[in-house]
Nanobody, 123 residues
């Protein structure tokens, strides 16, 4: 059974930094990538950053230059380094594991979610 467990959330002042970690356990067949999503209060969940199985990273425009996604496949760990945090980064952050849901290359999608970790940035 696949489990994703996030850690590293907390409260920080604007301009500060946090590093989120996600430990994955269990075998994910046809895994095509990992990602970090967030859900601000009263808003929908959104993709923050993702990294493909060949280590290509992408970011939503609002975090480019401030956040860095990385992974350690030997330890089944995913990280999100968040610098220069802003109040609008306040959200519950979720780790996600993606897999190919069919044999089509375009079928890569989220298959598993972590429980989330709260990040609160105060002014």
């Amino acid at each position: 059974q696949v489990q994703l467990v996030e850690s590293g959330g907390g409260s920080v002042q604007a301009g500060g930094s946090l590093k989120l970690a996600c430990e994955a356990s269990g075998y994910i067949a046809r895994r095509c990538g990992m990602g970090w999503y967030r859900q601000p209060p009263g808003k929908e969940r959104e993709l923050v950053s993702s990294i493909s199985s060949d280590a290509i990273a992408s970011y939503v425009d609002s975090v480019k230059g401030r956040f860095t996604i990385s992974q350690d496949n030997t330890k089944n760990m995913l990280y999100l380094q968040m610098n220069s945090l802003k109040t609008e980064d306040t959200a519950v952050y979720y780790c996600a594991a993606k897999m190919y849901k069919s044999y089509s290359p375009s079928s890569c999608g989220v298959a598993y979610w972590g429980q989330g970790t709260q990040v609160t940035v105060s002014s």
